[in-house]
């Protein structure tokens, strides 16, 4: 499990360092993105 959550967060990192130059069209969509990010938490654990 720990190794699972520790993988996650390194993934979580780099998908947001990817996608930072896209805040500023994400703040536009704060549902969507709040969807997206609930997903991938639920698919974590």
Known sequence: ???HVSL???GFGK???L???NTAN???MPK???WQAGL???IAF
Do not use: H, P, T
């Open 26 to 28: 994400n703040v536009s």
């Open 19 to 21: 996608n930072a130059s």
């Open 32 to 34: 969507s993105n709040g």
């Open 8 to 10: 996650y967060f390194k």
């Open 40 to 42: 991938e938490a639920g």
């Open 15 to 17: 998908y947001y360092n």
């Open 1 to 3: 499990m720990s190794e």
